[in-house]
Every structure is written in structure tokens, then in C-alpha cells.
């Protein structure tokens, strides 16, 4: 079975007692006693900052490939193990949009863009840059006119609208401009929405639906209609809302375009309470209140559609 792809382009691959091959897109290479990998091979676990592929089989075995080297790490080394993953890729991609058949806009061109689990990445620049673009592919929403989408393995990029919906109900969280609230909806009925074509068991939904509200403070106001509520109880009831459904990524698109500093300043509190749940978060912005907060991991610019 496939299990994993590295930066060149290698494929690795492994079967229950048969040892490891890497395959180059022209020949098989074999690793097998010096892999260590005794068991049933999991898949590539991560790979570093440096490159190195970590990869480990149900025995507990870990062993790293450096590009040109595969050894099996000792136990001190294995509990020193980074702990992270590539959850979002984005491979030479190119997005146009065919306004009319005389004028093609190019909204992102040869853009490559990985970011690892847990990871909190914001995504800078001017209207226009490309960040909503970029926002749109990785929760399938768009697809590129050319390239790759690869969320937590998956190829996501050229999947049929009734298996992205699904993509987008499991993996995504959604922290809408303008909330995009329904105001004449209690809260509790609000943060439901997304589990309704789920059509979840009762307990299962009101366990789900205490958790988030509990988490951020907004349980006093159940049973409060959303129009009554003031802008930062919308703001919480909105994340709640995100994270109903407990998804792997959130984004954010402008999240702060239309608030005040205060809300601004308490929606960045609550994008700090968000990251301490190990979730990965890419937010578009051009707001400088987001530019050099200490828990954001990476800045990455755009301009014109191409990484500054």
C-alpha cells in the first residue's frame, strides 16, 4: 500500500513483514533489515523542517530517510520525536477565473504552500493578492485550473461537489466576515446548523453543542435570539459554531474586516484558545493587529497571486 510522499517526489511503500521500497518514478529501491520496520507500516508520519521523512510501523519502530540514508532511530531519539504533520499542500498551483472569453484574471500562479498540523499560518496581503483564492481551494470550494490540493493526505482538488460537500462537513471550520448568522435563530439553533446533514442522534448533538458553548462561553445565552445578542456574543457564538463538529482546519477569511478594535482584539483571544486546541487555522487577512502576535506560527505575503 502507498503510504506516503515525500518532497522529491518519492513514493514509499511497505507491506507486513516485507520490509520498505521507495519508488523514484523510475525504479523500485528496496530497504529492508537496515529499515528496522518490522510490522505492518503505517504511513510517512511527517516530515521536517530539514526534509527528513519520520517514518513508523505498529510496532513502535521509527526510522528516518535524510535523502540519500534510511536508520532506524533509537528509543532516546524516537522520544524526541517531533510531533507534527503536513496537513495542508498546495503544489504548483494555478487558479484563473474566465471572466468572458476576452478577459482571463489569474488569480494565483505557480503557488506551492505547505502548512503542518496544528499549525497557525496567516495569510497577508492587499485585496487581490489571492488569500481568499487560496482559502477557497483548501476547503474545496474552487478548483485549481492546474496543480494539486492535498489536505491530510487526500487529493481534494478533483473531487465531485457531493464528496467535497462531505470534505468540508468532517475536515472544515468555517469564521465567516460577517458571521453569516441566522438572526432570527436562537444560538443553540445557530451552532446546530452544521450537524443537520448529519442528522445526528439527539444526545450525540446536545453533547456537541454544550461542549462548544461551554468552551466559549456563550451556554448563559441558549435560548437567546441571535439578533438580541451584542457584537462579541455573535462573535462567540459564530467560532462555536465553527467547531461544532470538532474539524481538523478552521479558516478565516477577514475575520476582523468589519469589527471594531475592541472585537478585533477579542476575536484574537479567542484565535489563541482555538490554536491551544491543536487545531490547524489559516486566516486572510490585511489586518496589522494579526502581524506579529506570539502565537502565530508564519506570515506568508501574497501579492498579485504569487508568494512575496
Not at 478577459?103 to 499560518?121: F, H, P, R, S, Y
Not at 461542549?211 to 441558549?222: D, G, L, T
Request: net charge negative.
Amino acid at each position: 500500500t502507498s503510504f506516503g510522499e515525500d518532497r522529491e517526489g518519492n513514493m514509499w511503500f511497505g507491506t507486513s513483514g516485507s520490509g520498505l521500497f521507495k519508488y523514484g518514478g523510475d525504479k523500485f529501491v528496496a530497504f529492508n533489515e537496515e529499515s528496522g520496520l518490522g510490522g505492518n507500516i503505517v504511513r510517512c508520519i511527517f516530515e521536517d523542517s530539514k526534509g527528513d521523512v519520520y517514518m513508523g510501523d505498529d510496532n513502535n519502530t521509527i526510522s528516518v530517510y535524510d535523502g540519500t540514508k534510511l536508520e532506524l532511530l533509537e528509543s532516546s531519539a524516537k522520544a524526541n520525536m517531533p510531533q507534527s504533520r503536513k496537513m495542508i499542500e498546495l503544489k504548483n498551483i494555478t487558479k484563473k477565473y474566465e471572466i468572458n472569453k476576452n478577459n482571463v484574471v489569474t488569480a494565483l500562479q505557480d503557488i506551492d504552500m505547505k502548512i503542518q498540523e496544528g499549525e497557525l499560518v496567516v495569510l497577508k496581503g492587499a485585496s487581490g493578492s489571492g488569500k481568499s483564492s487560496v482559502l477557497s481551494l483548501i476547503a474545496a470550494l474552487s478548483k485549481p485550473t492546474s496543480g494539486e490540493v492535498i489536505v491530510d493526505a487526500k487529493h481534494i482538488s478533483k473531487l465531485p461537489d457531493n464528496f467535497a460537500s462531505e470534505y468540508r462537513r468532517d475536515n472544515i471550520g468555517f469564521i465567516f466576515q460577517n458571521y453569516n448568522l441566522i438572526p432570527t435563530l436562537s444560538v443553540k439553533e445557530n451552532i446546530l446548523l452544521p450537524l443537520v446533514p448529519l442528522n445526528p442522534d439527539a444526545k450525540v448533538a446536545n453533547e456537541k453543542l454544550n461542549r462548544v458553548m461551554e468552551m466559549f462561553k456563550i451556554n448563559h445565552k441558549a435560548d437567546s435570539i441571535i439578533k438580541n445578542l451584542s457584537g462579541g456574543e455573535q462573535q462567540r457564538v459564530a467560532i462555536a459554531r465553527a467547531n461544532v463538529n470538532d474539524p481538523k482546519i478552521i479558516i478565516a477569511d477577514e475575520p476582523t474586516a468589519n469589527l471594531d478594535e475592541k472585537l478585533s482584539l477579542h476575536f484574537i483571544e479567542m484565535l489563541r484558545e482555538l490554536k491551544s486546541l491543536k487545531k490547524t487555522i489559516v486566516v486572510a487577512t490585511h489586518d496589522p493587529l494579526f502581524f506579529d502576535l506570539d502565537f502565530v506560527d508564519r506570515t506568508i505575503e501574497m501579492h498579485n497571486g504569487v508568494l512575496v
